[in-house]
């Protein structure tokens, strides 16, 4: 099956510093790539969708200038947390599709936890 | 504005038989996904509906009805390890590559022994 992966897995960074996390399809190409936040006992919250090649598109209330999101190639894309603040901790959860899947089923990679003191 | 609600928690016995509600108000519809999360761990896809009927995979199966927004998990045969949040997603629109999914908060399903 398809397999998307996060790098890093878990991260703890100082206040006002920027953290990058990558997003990768390993055996597949995804021209769409969507970033998701989680805070405990929330649901998945959509952030942004990444189109490869194109700027993301944000969702309503997610600053563009402080979770920057590239999508350099079909296999991958990067959120940058920029000038993190300890609200900006959470779970941060991408997936892909593909146009061969259909649109029927997200592949979600495993998440990344970011802990900002 | 888009809404979809499901119970909160949700306790079990193992070999029990549980369901899982979820209704939804969209401003379309194009089909309807359940997942399975652990703590700390993403979601993996357990079913996808987007014809009215049963969907049956193995322990699990998925029931929709378009007509009245809802849908329903049944989980057989209760093991500990089902002891996770299951999410129900809705896609509003479209069957593109880029089109997102909007997530319920999950019910948190504990299965006792």
């Known amino acids: 099956g398809a397999v998307v992966s996060q790098h890093p897995s878990w991260v703890i960074c100082k206040s006002g510093t920027s953290v990058k996390i990558e997003c990768r399809s390993l055996d597949f190409q995804a021209t769409t790539m969507f970033w998701y936040r989680q805070f405990p006992k929330q649901s998945l919250m959509l952030m942004a969708t990444?189109?490869?090649?194109?700027?993301?598109?944000?969702e309503q209330g997610v600053e563009k200038d402080k979770f920057l999101i590239n999508h350099a190639s079909l296999t991958l894309s990067t959120l940058t947390v920029t000038s993190a603040h300890p609200e900006d901790s959470s779970f941060y959860i991408c997936s892909a599709t593909t146009s061969t899947s259909g649109g029927y089923e997200q592949y979600f990679g495993p998440g990344t936890r970011l802990t900002v003191t | 504005g888009q809404n979809i609600d499901q119970p909160t928690e949700m306790t079990a016995t193992e070999g029990a038989i549980v369901q899982i509600n979820c209704t939804y108000q969209t401003s379309g519809f194009n089909g309807l996904f359940w997942y399975q999360q652990h703590a700390g761990e993403a979601p993996t896809f357990l079913s996808y509906?987007?014809?009215?009927g049963l969907e049956e995979k193995g322990r699990f199966s998925s029931f929709l009805s378009r007509s009245k927004g809802y849908s329903y998990l049944l989980l057989k045969e209760l093991q500990m390890k089902d002891s996770a949040s299951y999410l129900c997603a809705v896609r509003p629109t479209g069957v593109e590559a880029g089109t997102a999914l909007i997530f319920g908060k999950g019910t948190t399903l504990s299965v006792s022994s």
């Open positions: 509906n987007v014809l009215d």
């Open positions: 990444s189109n490869e090649g194109s700027k993301a598109t944000y």
